[in-house]
């Protein structure tokens, strides 16, 4: 029996994960050769022979991608361009979530162009990326805050500018804030305030944006959600959620399993955009890890909220797993 493209493949998958490791993820190689349990010199040899196979080329892209790879699956079940990022068992969601962003500040940096307005939506997982954008110069570049950030116990102001700044400054980009809470105490309030002309703008702003960028909240994530730990929701809205079967958000929209969410009672107080508005966005980049926001990113897939989804192996195998 011929092995011999078996034995090939399982060289490109290793040559790809030590230069996902390697270039994405800013691993050292000795850090690589304990991840893959082999020694620096196999990675230094896999690392080159990535190089001389051109699957380094700006970004890195996996010549099995058009396979049964599990990007390949993930655009097959559910429509999307996936950046799966290879992480270790033993690696904890603080630094599963810090690799993904790496990886998705890399990604990102590469889609955005001169002239594109960038819709953000703060929260964890957007601080995270922040952190990592490399600098790209363009001009006439906006970026547009996607929801409100204020709450009870604080504006929101200083929390919500921090992240849109880094993304202004690494793209020398105009940054446009939304400057309203993130949850109105009464739906009232919030249609009043959207027939404002100042907030009108604004909402404009948000239908012209070329990229949406945002993570998913979830209640049950191990590293908790900002929504769920700022002083944004109260024991009534959890048990409203609960009640409404809400398994995550997106912009602090609130959606289920099966995706729907215009009758998710706590919907009408958000201040981001709906998933309808959202789905009009050309490119909608959802960042995403670990295992507890399963649901949350299966949900937000089904209701069709995602067009480029970047998330760690683990959580990409649990999407697919019957």
């Known amino acids: 029996m011929d ?8 060289k490109l998958e290793r040559a790809l994960t030590a230069a996902q490791l390697y270039y994405m993820q800013d691993l050292t190689m000795d850090a690589i050769a304990r991840e893959l349990r082999t020694s620096r010199s196999s990675v230094s040899r896999l690392i080159s022979h990535a190089r001389e196979t051109g699957l ?24 999307v361009s996936a950046h799966v990022v290879p992480v270790g068992d033993g690696v904890s969601q ?23 307005s960038i819709g953000v939506a703060w929260g964890s997982t957007i601080g995270a990326i922040s952190r990592h954008l490399p600098s790209r110069d363009t001009h ?24 849109l700044d880094r993304f202004g400054q ?25 027939r404002e002309r100042s907030t009108r703008r604004m909402l404009a702003a948000q239908d012209r944006i070329d990229i949406a960028i945002f993570g998913l909240g979830s209640p049950f994530a191990e590293v908790p959600s900002r929504v769920y730990i700022g002083g944004y929701l109260d024991k009534r809205d959890y048990q409203t959620l609960r009640d409404d079967g809400a398994v995550g958000d997106v912009a602090t929209v609130f959606f289920r399993r099966d995706g729907s969410w215009r ?22 980049i959802c960042v995403v890890s ?26 990409a195998q649990g999407l697919l797993a019957v």
Do not use: C
């Open 290 to 315: 670990g295992m507890p926001k399963l649901h949350a990113t299966r949900g937000a897939l089904t209701a069709k909220a995602v067009t480029d989804l970047v998330l760690d192996e683990e959580l």
């Open 140 to 163: 006439g570049t906006k970026v547009v805050q996607l929801n409100g950030a204020g709450n009870t116990l604080t504006s929101g102001i200083e929390y919500a500018s921090e992240i």
């Open 3 to 10: 092995t011999g493209g078996h034995s090939a493949d399982a």
């Open 94 to 116: 603080v630094d599963r979530l810090e690799r993904v962003a790496m990886t998705a500040a890399k990604l990102i940096a590469q889609f955005v162009d001169s002239n594109m």
């Open 170 to 194: 690494a793209f020398r980009a105009d940054v446009q804030q939304f400057p309203v809470p993130a949850f109105f105490d009464d739906p009232a309030t919030k249609n009043a305030m959207w």
């Open 56 to 79: 380094v080329d700006i970004r890195i892209r996996s010549p099995l991608e058009h396979g049964a790879g599990l990007e390949q699956e993930l655009r097959e079940r559910y429509g």
């Open 263 to 284: 009758d998710v009672a706590l919907n009408a107080r958000a201040t981001g955009p709906g998933i309808d508005r959202l789905r009009r966005v050309p490119r909608r």
